[in-house]
């Protein structure tokens, strides 16, 4: 069931879709007028790894279609999946209803946590995982004699969506700034401190990091619900990592205060870091866990939380109790976004044990280093699992500083498409996040497009 390319907007000339696209669309996270002065790109098709424009120009897909992707685009078996729901049922609500694909996927998404966190409260996308959680949390405690419990806390640096809760529990003032005066208060805790060692990450210490957190919580921990964080990688952040161990520290930390920790795997799970979550490589079962990007292996938006029955119970009683969670989408629990997680889930637990995503990873790691360390203009570069960066800097001693409008990063995002690929910026860094099923030669041609799109741009800037 693969795009046809016969579809009406495939059989418009480019130059239609371009003009159409200049008078209408509003891109996200994209300066119109940047965009609308720069080539447009136009993909009609997916194939594996590869994108492809209106032209029949391909493209490696470096941004994993915002990491999401897990296993190509136009996967036959996800194909299959998507197509054999869609004789079925296409969409049907979980709001006093229910689907048996919206089951089968709730009861396999509780054996992440091995039953742990058995019940799973569906939704269409991270921001809105994470919103369930913190209402959920939220509510636990009013309903269970604590209102004054009402505070989070975060880490510095901390990306957890765009709504006004995912906005007011993260660090990100690039992204929300201006909307400071609609949010509320959290409190931030300083992330692990490191080095950066030609693409590794040594960690001075992070018991400082640890000790910051103590302090708020011997201080505050009768007023603070929850604690949230990206385990062991914050993506927005710059992919910036954690030691291991880390979180089972601050999950320590959280039992001992008595404040829920809501684990943010929006994007660190289903084999991203080479395993189907973070918490299970670190031991660790929080009290609410959020997933979605590649839950639906980037086919359709669907989102889940996973938490425990003791949370559950609390939401139980008579209507007339005022109990019940009142929250819901739309599209919560999509049945074509269900039957497609599925399908994902049976392909990718031999993927990773296998190792083949561990060996990828291992490969993103040494062509990173090899294409980028001892450069004058790499400020920086790391690697873990399938996400990396590379920081880019002016050279030693020269005399021109780089200004933020310069979109040194961005200049060299567009150059990479020159080179067959497409890849999204950071200000003046790279993001590697390809596809969790990329093969070994794609993994060379990733790497090596942005050093030659690097080579490209940083010369003439």
């Known amino acids: 069931m693969g795009v046809s390319s016969a579809s009406p907007a495939a059989s418009r000339s480019t130059d239609a879709i371009d003009l159409a696209d200049r008078k209408h669309a509003w891109h996200p996270f994209t300066q119109m007028k940047e965009y609308q002065a720069n080539p447009r790109l136009h993909l009609v098709r997916g194939e594996g790894s590869w994108l492809i424009d209106t032209e029949g120009r391909k493209y490696l897909d470096g941004n994993a279609s915002v990491w999401t992707n897990v296993h190509g685009h136009n996967d036959p078996d996800l194909n299959a999946a998507l197509e054999k729901q869609l004789h079925q049922l296409a969409h049907v609500t979980l709001l006093g209803l229910n689907h048996p694909v919206a089951t089968e996927l709730a009861e396999e998404l509780a054996g992440l946590t091995n039953g742990k966190l058995p019940r799973c409260f569906f939704t269409d996308n991270g921001s809105n995982a994470v919103e369930v959680a913190l209402k959920l949390s939220f509510q ?34 690039t992204f929300h700034k201006r909307f400071t005066p609609w949010l509320f208060s959290s409190q931030i805790f300083d992330a692990p401190r490191h080095e950066e060692c030609a693409g590794k990450i040594k960690f001075s210490d992070a018991t400082q990091s640890l000790q910051a957190l103590e302090n708020i919580l011997k201080s505050q921990a009768e007023q603070t619900a929850s604690l949230i964080l990206e385990p062991r990688v914050q993506g927005a952040a710059g992919m910036h990592q954690q030691p291991a161990g880390f979180v089972k520290a601050v999950a320590q930390l959280c039992k001992q205060y008595d404040v829920h920790l809501i684990l943010d795997e929006v994007f660190t799970g289903f084999g991203r870091l080479s395993s189907l979550t973070a918490c299970a490589e670190e031991g660790v079962v929080p009290d609410f866990l959020c997933l979605a990007k590649g839950l639906a292996a980037g086919y359709l938006p669907l989102a889940a939380t996973l938490t425990s029955e003791k949370i559950f119970e609390a939401f139980q009683g008579e209507f007339s109790e005022g109990r019940t969670f009142f929250h819901g989408h739309t599209f919560s629990g999509n049945p074509l976004g269900c039957a497609v997680a599925l399908a994902s889930l049976k392909k990718l637990r031999p993927m990773i044990s296998s190792g083949q995503i561990a060996e990828r990873a291992q490969q993103l790691g040494d062509e990173i280093q090899n294409n980028f360390s001892n450069h004058p203009n790499i400020a920086s570069y790391r690697q873990y699992g399938l996400t990396g960066a590379v920081d880019f800097k002016p050279a030693d001693g020269e005399a021109k500083a780089w200004t933020v409008d310069m979109r040194v990063g961005y200049q060299i995002a567009l150059a990479a498409r020159r080179h067959g690929l497409v890849i999204r910026p950071l200000g003046d860094s790279i993001l590697f996040v390809p596809p969790i099923s990329i093969q070994p030669s794609e993994v060379t041609h990733l790497v090596q497009a942005v050093r030659r799109a690097m080579d490209d741009v940083i010369p003439n800037l």
């Open 140 to 173: 636990f405690w009013q309903l269970t004699g604590h209102p004054e419990k009402r505070g989070v806390i975060s880490m510095s640096g901390a990306y957890h969506g765009d709504t006004f809760g995912t906005m007011s529990v993260g660090d990100n003032r």
